[in-house]
């Protein structure tokens, strides 16, 4: 334990466990739904993932597994000589196809079911028992004939038994659902695993549905992954998607995400099921790996413009006058509108904070942190740290420091350190305030 390199490591596992913490905690007894795509189902790291599930379960997490077996049921169709016929983007499922989609996705979900009974020694989750349920959750109805089509055994969710996932989960189990319905005159429908994991959501409200997909979540032009989407973004995206959606499994996903938003899922993550742990380092770690898709339509978190200064002056007059804040002018303001990012809602601003990066220290500022006191309890001042943490970053910056005389106890809770006023970069260090005697806490990035 005196080795300098051994005490290094295990203050990196203690700081990643502390930081785990406040998501362990947030996380517990919620309903988070999960699907995972028929390709995974044929990956070798399906095994991590299935481990990962039994983890996130085992931390108190009510899961809802929902799996597709595209590539099972292709294999099938091919190795039974069918030929498929598709319209509208959809696959007609005859009855010849339906019955290889059965034994197909039958083996997918026993292949899933036995990844889940895993107890062996060389495991992460040896010892730990987990339980899977499954059950008809889903009644379906056929899709009908459209166009002059009849798309025949493929369905549409009609209702789900959400009285019986829920028990199930109560008992400590995971439940694992097929892409399969059943109609109550006792027919068999085949469904997209995307849809059927968003109806769960939507009727269960759930706290979560996360898409693990074999891409990189939400790109935009340029190919860099957008990490936070609000539900107008998302939208905005979908309206310019091409119809009707087909074999576009992001665009479909992206879709279903609305759906499940509107409904009242307060989160969907698209993430990249190819990264090594990307479902933990998504739910459990500040910045994530995928792309989040933000319920919260009536709020927007954006970068200031100089039209919003009236509002941001109303915002820290109150928070100036009681100390808890810097004074800053307008012309102040005006000059650093750039660095502020401001939460809007209804038209008004009702909280901001400003970044200010030090590149050559690698160092960043957070500054003017305010919410209004009627926003309080909001998560606002969490997001516009969020915000400020990943733009820093961006901005080459591997601390985030802040320089407080209230509210140190707010940042402690949220990962920062106390530090010495000599760790502020040397022009910050002049205007150090002394008077003011705020205190400086820093957090790595
Ligand atoms: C700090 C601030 C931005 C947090 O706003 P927020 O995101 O809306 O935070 P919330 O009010 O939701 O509070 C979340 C939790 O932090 C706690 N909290 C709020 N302000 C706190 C403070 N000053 N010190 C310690 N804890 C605080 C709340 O009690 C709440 O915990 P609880 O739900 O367990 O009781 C807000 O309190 C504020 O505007 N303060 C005045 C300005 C300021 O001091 N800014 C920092 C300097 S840059």
């Known amino acids: 334990m ?3 390199s051994s005490r290094c490591k295990t203050m990196g596992f203690v700081d990643w466990f502390r930081r785990a913490a406040p998501y362990i905690n947030a996380h517990r007894g919620r309903t988070f739904i999960i699907e995972i795509d028929g390709e995974s189902t044929e990956d070798p790291q399906l095994r991590d993932i299935v481990h990962d599930l039994a983890l996130m379960r085992s931390l108190g997490i009510h899961l809802v597994v929902v799996h597709g077996a595209r590539p099972w049921i292709e294999q099938r169709i091919k190795s039974l000589g069918l030929e498929p016929r598709y ?3 959809l696959c007609i499922t005859d009855i010849a196809i339906l019955d290889a989609a ?25 010892g730990a028992k987990v339980r899977v349920a499954s059950g008809n959750f889903i009644t379906a109805r056929p899709i009908g ?27 400590g189990a995971i439940v694992l659902v097929s892409p399969l319905g059943y109609s109550p005159t006792g027919e068999v429908f085949s469904l997209r695993a995307e849809v059927v994991a968003a109806a769960i959501a939507a009727e269960m409200h759930a706290a979560k549905l996360v898409y693990l997909l074999d891409g990189p979540g939400i790109v935009d032009r340029q190919g860099t992954l957008v990490r936070e989407l609000t539900l107008e973004q998302a939208n905005t995206l979908a309206s310019d998607l091409p119809r009707p959606a087909g074999a576009d499994e992001l665009g479909n996903r992206i879709r279903q995400s609305i759906h499940a938003c509107r409904s ?29 898709i933000n319920a919260d339509t009536y709020d927007s978190i954006r970068r200031a413009t100089i039209d919003d200064i009236g509002g941001i002056l109303e915002l820290i007059r109150p928070l100036e006058e009681s100390g808890a804040l810097v004074r800053r002018s307008r012309e102040r303001l005006e000059t650093e509108i750039a660095h502020f990012n401001v939460v809007e809602r209804d038209g ?7 970044m200010y990066p030090y590149p050559e220290e690698s160092l960043a500022e957070l500054a003017c942190l305010a919410v209004d006191d009627a926003y309080r309890r909001g998560q606002c ?9 990943r733009e820093a970053r961006s901005a080459g910056a591997d601390r985030l420091f802040v320089l407080t005389t209230q509210a140190a106890h707010w940042f402690r809770e949220r990962g920062f350190i106390e530090a010495d006023h000599s760790i502020l970069p040397g022009e910050r260090q002049d205007l150090y305030n002394l008077q003011r005697r705020s205190r400086v806490l820093v957090r790595a990035l």
């Open 381 to 389: 001042g969490e997001r516009l740290l969020d915000l400020a943490g």
């Open 102 to 126: 059965k034994e197909a996705i039958g083996a997918a979900h026993v292949q899933l079911e036995a990844l889940l009974s895993m107890g062996v020694a060389n495991s992460p989750m040896a």
């Open 87 to 89: 319209a509208g983007g």
């Open 2 to 4: 005196n080795d300098p």
């Open 145 to 171: 004939i459209r166009d002059g089509v009849d798309y025949e055994h493929t369905g549409e969710v009609r209702r789900i038994d959400v009285e019986a996932i829920r028990q199930r989960l109560s008992a």
């Open 348 to 354: 008004a601003v009702v909280a901001c904070a400003a």
């Open 264 to 292: 009242g899922v307060s989160r969907v993550h698209v993430i990249d099921r190819r990264i090594e742990g990307a479902l933990l380092l998504e739910l459990f770690s500040r910045d994530g790996v995928g792309t989040m």
